[in-house]
């Protein structure tokens, strides 16, 4: 009989362990699924900021055909509108660093949200040329500060294996942006053509509204937390974003681990009680990635705070100068693995606009127009290709964590290479395609134009109607404007023709049977016959797909991943700048290369293949892999023991001592705190 109860009472006991475990792995899946749910909300909502990146991107392009008729705008004034937001872009992600320093990441994308909103209702108000570019400059400023934050938050709260998904989710929001007001831009002119340009720049006050209000509960950075050293606070947010208390756990270890020695031990020394409440962090140890000479001596030394655990006066000064942005920028430049790291995330970013990315997406309504498409054609097929780019960035995210980032990027440029060498000739061949020109009929006025890479000799149509008021008709490039050729004499008084024997078929004239507007049956003057205006389209198209693929989202996910956390927040920020530095330089300057007294619109795109090829050649040499590895392994990637690293791992001994700072002084401890529910 004690036999058989014995057998019963382990028959319960094992059903209790089945039923325990089965409830263990309930509790884990549910929790997974509950942390991945957050993860793609919070990625969401810092997204937010890449789509109005990319929507104010669009929305330009298609806005500034209105606004230029609304205003009357120069050339030189259209370039001032679009490169016044990049130039305002470019200032604002260079104090964007120092700002996500010290006031955190979610503070930074707060502020570029409220003030992005603010930008948007002048825009919308906007009553003459100086206001224009106002409310583009203030614009500007909240769009250079979310381009550098959202990418480093989503980047160190994601989990390694979902952080390249993530991040590129991002960059896929900045063309869907683009593509979302390509849409608008196409709709808005179509039914409201002289008021919809305010309607198209007044709509990103309401996603930029939405992402303020949203990130009013989103949690900091845990990584920024930790560099701060507020290692509980760090703890309990990581315990809401990764699937088991474990993991997060080893993340804070790895995170503590790459900080600079002294920021841990002034973290320990002001925090008297761990999450567990049992233990004072008063140690002092030496890791991470300092390189000062006085590293074992901090060790030796230990605690240098007095007893109360607060800073004397004469430490607070030396805090806040170690603390200033010169010093910062010194330090960063002084650390060689930071160093090679940022040039490489500069020349990446400068190779991305100097490809000519932008000048498709802020002058693509202005590209078709040159390709002989009337103006809501164009500004139709300008929303549309930016489709292309939306599925090239949506492909990179299913690819960029089973594919590689160096894969996508080499392949991605390589073909933008053969893109644009297919753009520049598709516009070659529309130039001699265009239509002759009989030189002998045509006046001085429109003979010839200043060139620099052709004779200026007006040959083609193409080459006419890029002259300021002339126009083609049968053979000739004569003056006159959209409604027609001037009346003229062209000749000496005994050997003189008239514009009607020039242009005979301008007189056949038909009155529209709506009203008495008059339509002129052979005049040109802004566009010519192009037979090759379809394979722009195409090789435009094929340009934004392989764009989007690779070169689109991956220099942004890579640079949210080479930087140590120390010197992250700045060295995003100058290699951000360098990407609108050079958004500002190739915006602000394709109307004036694509002119035809400069290098033409097929010469301007020749020049970008150009430094896509040598971008090829550099980054195949100087690009590593980074999938599927933690910001800190990232991190060793760039030490080498020239450098003076006489190992680029942590030993065993780091590691022990690591767990007894995150877990509270005791590294034995197996059971952290419950995390808080997730919202």
């Given at each position: 009989i004690d036999d058989v109860d014995d057998d019963d009472d382990h028959s319960e006991d094992n059903d209790d362990d089945a039923a325990a475990s089965t409830t263990f792995e309930f509790d884990a899946i549910a929790r997974r699924r509950q942390v991945v749910r957050y993860m793609r909300f919070l990625t969401f909502m810092a997204a937010i900021g890449g789509f109005l990146f990319g929507y104010d991107t669009g929305v330009v392009s298609g806005a500034m055909l209105p606004m230029k008729r609304a205003f009357d705008l120069t050339s030189e004034q259209e370039e001032v509108v679009v490169s016044s937001t990049v130039f305002a872009a470019f200032v604002s992600s260079l104090f964007g660093g120092t700002m996500n320093h010290k006031l955190g990441r979610r503070i930074s994308i707060l502020f570029a949200a409220f003030v992005f909103t603010i930008g948007s209702i002048i825009l919308f108000m906007a009553w003459d040329y100086s206001m224009l570019v106002f409310g583009r400059i203030i614009l500007g400023i909240g769009i250079g500060v979310a381009s550098l934050t959202t990418p480093i938050y989503i980047a160190e709260v994601a989990m390694p294996e979902m952080r390249g998904q993530l991040v590129t989710i991002n960059t896929l929001m900045i063309t869907f942006g683009q593509f979302f007001a390509g849409m608008v831009d196409g709709v808005l002119d179509q039914f409201f053509p002289n008021t919809g340009w305010r309607f198209m720049l007044g709509f990103a006050a309401v996603p930029s509204t939405i992402m303020f209000v949203g990130f009013l509960s989103l949690p900091e950075s845990p990584r920024w937390m930790a560099s701060k050293g507020m290692l509980d606070q760090a703890k309990q947010v990581l315990y809401t974003l990764r699937e088991t208390n474990e993991q997060a756990d080893e993340e804070l270890m790895d995170i503590v681990e790459a900080l600079p020695h002294k920021t841990v031990s002034?973290?320990?020394?002001?925090?008297?009680?761990?999450?567990n409440g049992g233990h004072n962090y008063n140690t002092s140890l030496s890791y991470g990635s300092s390189d000062s000479s006085d590293h074992h001596e901090d060790m030796d030394h230990g605690n240098t705070n007095n007893k109360d655990g607060i800073l004397s006066q004469q430490q607070q000064q030396q805090q806040m100068e170690n603390d200033s942005f010169g010093h910062r920028v010194y330090e960063m430049m002084s650390h060689a693995p930071t160093r090679k790291a940022l040039f490489l995330g500069c020349m990446l970013m400068a190779v991305q606009q100097f490809a000519g990315i932008n000048t498709v997406m802020y002058y693509a309504a202005s590209i078709y127009e040159m390709s002989g498409f009337d103006e809501l054609t164009a500004v139709w097929l300008s929303g549309f290709t930016a489709l292309a780019q939306v599925a090239g960035i949506a492909a990179s995210t299913v690819l960029v964590d089973r594919v590689g980032r160096r894969t996508l990027v080499l392949t991605s440029l390589g073909l933008v290479s053969l893109s644009l060498v297919g753009l520049a000739t598709s516009f070659y061949l529309s130039r001699i395609s265009s239509g002759?020109?009989?030189?002998?009929?045509?006046?001085?006025?429109?003979?010839?134009?200043?060139?620099?890479?052709?004779?200026?000799?007006?040959?083609?149509?193409?080459?006419?109607?890029?002259?300021?008021?002339?126009?083609?008709?049968?053979?000739?490039?004569?003056?006159?404007?959209?409604?027609?050729?001037f009346s003229f004499l062209y000749g000496d008084k005994d050997n003189f023709t008239t514009s009607d024997t020039i242009c005979p078929a301008t007189q056949q004239q038909q009155e529209d049977e709506v009203g008495s507007d008059v339509i002129l049956t052979a005049w040109r003057y802004n566009t010519c016959p192009n037979p090759y205006g379809l394979l722009s389209v195409f090789f435009m198209v094929m340009y934004l797909l392989?764009?989007?693929?690779?070169?689109?989202?991956?220099?942004?996910?890579?640079?949210?991943?080479?930087?140590?956390?120390?010197?992250?927040?700045?060295a995003v920020s100058f290699s951000t700048a360098t990407n609108w530095i050079g958004n500002l330089v190739v915006s602000a300057t394709f109307l004036s290369i694509s002119s035809p007294k400069a290098l033409t619109a097929y010469g301007a795109f020749g020049l970008y293949g150009g430094i896509a090829v040598l971008g090829f050649v550099w980054l195949y040499f100087a690009l590593p892999e980074t999938k599927g590895l933690s910001l800190e392994e990232i991190e060793r990637l760039f030490r080498h023991k020239t450098d003076g690293y006489d190992s680029v791992h942590p030993n065993h001994v780091e590691r022990e001592s690591l767990k007894s700072i995150t877990n509270g002084g005791d590294s034995s401890s197996s059971s952290p705190p419950t995390p808080p529910p997730i919202t």
């Amino acid at each position: 009989i004690d036999d058989v109860d014995d057998d019963d009472d382990h028959s319960e006991d094992n059903d209790d362990d089945a039923a325990a475990s089965t409830t263990f792995e309930f509790d884990a899946i549910a929790r997974r699924r509950q942390v991945v749910r957050y993860m793609r909300f919070l990625t969401f909502m810092a997204a937010i900021g890449g789509f109005l990146f990319g929507y104010d991107t669009g929305v330009v392009s298609g806005a500034m055909l209105p606004m230029k008729r609304a205003f009357d705008l120069t050339s030189e004034q259209e370039e001032v509108v679009v490169s016044s937001t990049v130039f305002a872009a470019f200032v604002s992600s260079l104090f964007g660093g120092t700002m996500n320093h010290k006031l955190g990441r979610r503070i930074s994308i707060l502020f570029a949200a409220f003030v992005f909103t603010i930008g948007s209702i002048i825009l919308f108000m906007a009553w003459d040329y100086s206001m224009l570019v106002f409310g583009r400059i203030i614009l500007g400023i909240g769009i250079g500060v979310a381009s550098l934050t959202t990418p480093i938050y989503i980047a160190e709260v994601a989990m390694p294996e979902m952080r390249g998904q993530l991040v590129t989710i991002n960059t896929l929001m900045i063309t869907f942006g683009q593509f979302f007001a390509g849409m608008v831009d196409g709709v808005l002119d179509q039914f409201f053509p002289n008021t919809g340009w305010r309607f198209m720049l007044g709509f990103a006050a309401v996603p930029s509204t939405i992402m303020f209000v949203g990130f009013l509960s989103l949690p900091e950075s845990p990584r920024w937390m930790a560099s701060k050293g507020m290692l509980d606070q760090a703890k309990q947010v990581l315990y809401t974003l990764r699937e088991t208390n474990e993991q997060a756990d080893e993340e804070l270890m790895d995170i503590v681990e790459a900080l600079p020695h002294k920021t841990v031990s002034s973290s320990m020394e002001s925090s008297p009680t761990s999450a567990n409440g049992g233990h004072n962090y008063n140690t002092s140890l030496s890791y991470g990635s300092s390189d000062s000479s006085d590293h074992h001596e901090d060790m030796d030394h230990g605690n240098t705070n007095n007893k109360d655990g607060i800073l004397s006066q004469q430490q607070q000064q030396q805090q806040m100068e170690n603390d200033s942005f010169g010093h910062r920028v010194y330090e960063m430049m002084s650390h060689a693995p930071t160093r090679k790291a940022l040039f490489l995330g500069c020349m990446l970013m400068a190779v991305q606009q100097f490809a000519g990315i932008n000048t498709v997406m802020y002058y693509a309504a202005s590209i078709y127009e040159m390709s002989g498409f009337d103006e809501l054609t164009a500004v139709w097929l300008s929303g549309f290709t930016a489709l292309a780019q939306v599925a090239g960035i949506a492909a990179s995210t299913v690819l960029v964590d089973r594919v590689g980032r160096r894969t996508l990027v080499l392949t991605s440029l390589g073909l933008v290479s053969l893109s644009l060498v297919g753009l520049a000739t598709s516009f070659y061949l529309s130039r001699i395609s265009s239509g002759t020109i009989d030189t002998q009929q045509t006046p001085y006025l429109c003979h010839a134009q200043p060139a620099t890479i052709w004779d200026g000799i007006t040959a083609y149509c193409y080459d006419c109607t890029s002259i300021p008021n002339c126009g083609y008709c049968n053979g000739a490039c004569v003056p006159g404007n959209a409604t027609g050729p001037f009346s003229f004499l062209y000749g000496d008084k005994d050997n003189f023709t008239t514009s009607d024997t020039i242009c005979p078929a301008t007189q056949q004239q038909q009155e529209d049977e709506v009203g008495s507007d008059v339509i002129l049956t052979a005049w040109r003057y802004n566009t010519c016959p192009n037979p090759y205006g379809l394979l722009s389209v195409f090789f435009m198209v094929m340009y934004l797909l392989t764009f989007g693929i690779g070169m689109g989202a991956m220099p942004w996910t890579i640079n949210s991943e080479i930087y140590p956390l120390k010197f992250r927040s700045l060295a995003v920020s100058f290699s951000t700048a360098t990407n609108w530095i050079g958004n500002l330089v190739v915006s602000a300057t394709f109307l004036s290369i694509s002119s035809p007294k400069a290098l033409t619109a097929y010469g301007a795109f020749g020049l970008y293949g150009g430094i896509a090829v040598l971008g090829f050649v550099w980054l195949y040499f100087a690009l590593p892999e980074t999938k599927g590895l933690s910001l800190e392994e990232i991190e060793r990637l760039f030490r080498h023991k020239t450098d003076g690293y006489d190992s680029v791992h942590p030993n065993h001994v780091e590691r022990e001592s690591l767990k007894s700072i995150t877990n509270g002084g005791d590294s034995s401890s197996s059971s952290p705190p419950t995390p808080p529910p997730i919202t």
